[in-house]
């Protein structure tokens, strides 16, 4: 393995890493049974041949050996076989594999224990238990699925917290998650439980009053995105499912009882295909993003460049049977060459879809935000905001704001397999926020179905060029305003989530790439007019250098009446005044914490992963190791 290949993979950006290195424990250690065990294979041997290289010396983000022992064995098992390393250990065996992950991390695949503290009551599949889930899940509270309703506003108007219960909000229970898991996915709150999943692909449902666990679930990769919960059926025989997808493109519906399966549906057979943006549930029907990590290995002149393709699946709630499958490149991949190894080239590909769909039932479509291109010339539907016809998938309009937009992991002068010309990587990693502005704010869109004219809508989405965007919904995406929040980039500048109440939308920064002081910040922007409401800078940082030390501000934001919430890759949680910016409450995650599972844990950066917020209860993850990410393995929830 080359160490300007190793440099390079890891120096792409936050998005494409987290993926790269989830795929499934189970399914690779049962892949690995019957092969002999690692007494066999001098596991330092193997280091020094395929890893040292990179990791004794490394540059960027490419973590230190002393900095894999934070890794889960899964999670470098899971890079080795199926993520950013899979190429370059491609010579190695399974049982090379698996000694080297157990090797590098200290730990062993066995250890990864189930939690312990279950419910004193747990429940089982009676109809009574079904009953008291069906009592909770109507009469409390809950933040559903990533974006709080269905057009992933992230607004959670009924929160069970008020503006003055803020600053005194405590710590009333950790929970740690074992075997070296590392805090990963969106947490949602349903029914009284939490559900979250881990990078190890171990999925929990865990009270939200006290943190002991119902159950536990074991998909087949790690669960970056955020659970959705709904019946199956109505009335008595209802069955409650909670829906998510892992980094096999595997869909899910377990039952949200007792924690059994109820269907599991691939929705894409590409090798690279992920499911890394949540799913949306509207009217029985399921529609799944799908993005992937094809453009990191793409540059190697060993691997046939390029066929994969974003889509959105839409599933039938009840069965998992697909409905329609729309690809967000509307042509198939052919081969268009050869490189000068022989290798096989293919066009077009790219366009994924990282971020959750959006739901707009008055004009019966949804909304998604794609990815880059992986060849050139750019597909036309890249870094776009496309709307999808929620019967039939038709594309209905698309608009590109980021026009030549190709871009592969580790490009350079005579690589062949690149594009001519290298895009910037401005993916849309936002959900687009479907939202009605407020009376007086502009003409009527259409009409209600009284007859009367329809409130003013807006498509607002944050890009990672750093601008924030509002769109124009009845005109095909017509940019109707544009607001720069950051400076942009690969690892930037408005990451994986904006949030907005009904005046503004709220736009967390994550300029990685600039001075650590400079890299965050948050921005309220008025939805009417794009104008700046006010902007609060990240807080000077308390450490100089180190993982974790940067202002950035990558994951998705929370926002309650009055109060906004924004998580840090230092680790700290804020809650900020929605009227002015001001810092009413903090926290720093990035410490050791008892936990009611007994699991040693610690926190550390605040990521990919936003808190969830109901019934009196804030939730988020702390420990994401990726690129200069701190690690961590531990789920808090937060009261007055």
């Known amino acids: 393995m080359k160490a300007r290949y190793c440099s390079s993979v890891h120096d792409a950006r936050g998005s494409l890493l987290l993926l790269a290195r989830l795929v499934t424990a189970l399914c690779l250690v049962s892949a690995g049974a019957g092969v002999a065990r690692a007494q066999t294979i001098d596991p330092e041997t193997l280091y020094k041949n395929s890893c040292a290289q990179c990791h004794d010396q490394p540059q960027g983000r490419t973590p230190s050996r002393t900095a894999l022992k934070d890794r889960s064995p899964e999670t470098i098992l899971l890079a080795l076989t199926n993520g950013s390393m899979a190429l370059a250990a491609q010579s190695l065996t399974a049982a090379e594999k698996r000694a080297l992950a157990e090797h590098l991390s200290g730990k062993t695949l066995e250890a990864s224990a189930s939690a312990a503290n279950t419910c004193a009551t747990n429940e089982d599949g009676s109809t009574a238990a079904a009953a008291r889930f069906a009592s909770n899940f109507t009469a409390r509270p809950a933040w559903n699925g990533f974006g709080v309703d269905t057009t992933n506003s992230r607004f959670q108007k009924n929160a069970g917290l008020t503006a003055a219960d803020v600053p005194n909000l405590k710590l009333k229970w950790a929970f740690g998650f074992p075997g070296g898991s590392q805090a990963y996915g969106n947490p949602a709150i349903v029914g009284g439980r939490v559900f979250v999943g881990s990078d190890s692909g171990m999925f929990y449902s865990i009270n939200a009053d006290s943190g002991c666990t119902h159950w536990s679930f074991q998909a087949d990769a790690g669960i970056r995105s955020a659970p959705t919960v709904a019946p199956i059926g109505s009335g008595a025989s209802a069955r409650y499912a909670v829906y998510f997808g892992d980094l096999k493109a595997n869909t899910y519906a377990i039952d949200a009882v007792t924690g059994q399966l109820i269907w599991k549906k691939p929705v894409d057979s590409h090798r690279f295909a992920r499911i890394t943006g949540s799913v949306s549930l509207y009217d029985g029907r399921l529609y799944v993003p799908v993005s992937s990590i094809e453009e990191a290995p793409g540059a190697q002149p060993n691997y046939e460049c390029c066929t994969f393709r974003g889509s959105v699946v839409a599933l039938d709630a009840g069965n998992g049977n697909q409905i329609w499958k729309t690809y967000t490149v509307p042509e198939a991949p052919v081969q268009v060459g ?298 808090l929830a937060f009261s007055k």
């Open 338 to 635: 050869k490189n000068s190894a022989g290798t096989s080239l293919w066009a077009p590909a790219g366009a994924a879809v990282w971020n959750s769909p959006t739901i707009d039932s008055r004009r019966g479509v949804l909304y998604i935000g794609t990815g880059n291109s992986y060849t050139g010339p750019a597909v036309k539907t890249s870094d776009s905001v496309m709307a999808m016809d929620l019967k039939t998938g038709k594309i209905v309009w698309s608009n590109q704001v980021t026009p030549a937009d190709a871009f592969l992991v580790g490009c350079r002068p005579g690589v062949e397999n690149c594009p001519k010309e290298l895009g910037p990587d401005f993916d849309f990693g936002n959900a687009p926020m479907l939202r009605t502005l407020p009376a007086g704010t502009g003409a009527a869109s259409g009409s209600s179905r009284s007859g009367a004219p329809a409130a003013r809508q807006i498509i607002v989405i944050g890009q990672k060029s750093g601008v924030l965007w509002g769109l124009d919904p009845d005109h095909e995406g017509k940019v109707l305003w544009q607001y720069r929040a950051g400076k942009g980039g690969m690892l930037g500048g408005i990451e994986w989530g904006s949030a907005a109440d009904d005046t503004n939308a709220y736009v967390p920064v994550s300029d990685v790439l600039a001075a650590p002081n400079d890299a965050g910040g948050i921005h309220a922007v008025n939805l009417a007019t794009g104008e700046r409401a006010w902007y609060t800078p990240a807080p000077k940082l308390d450490c100089t250098q180190g993982r974790g030390c940067t202002g950035a501000q990558s994951a998705p934001a929370s926002v309650i009446p009055g109060v906004v919430f924004s998580g840090s890759v230092d680790g700290h949680l804020r809650a900020y005044s929605t009227g002015d910016g001001k810092i009413l409450w903090e926290f720093n995650t990035a410490r050791e914490f008892e936990t009611v599972n007994h699991v040693p844990a610690k926190g550390g950066s605040i990521d990919a992963a936003g808190p969830a917020i109901a019934d009196g209860l804030l939730v988020t993850n702390s420990g994401y190791s990726l690129w200069k990410g701190m690690p961590g393995n531990v789920l």
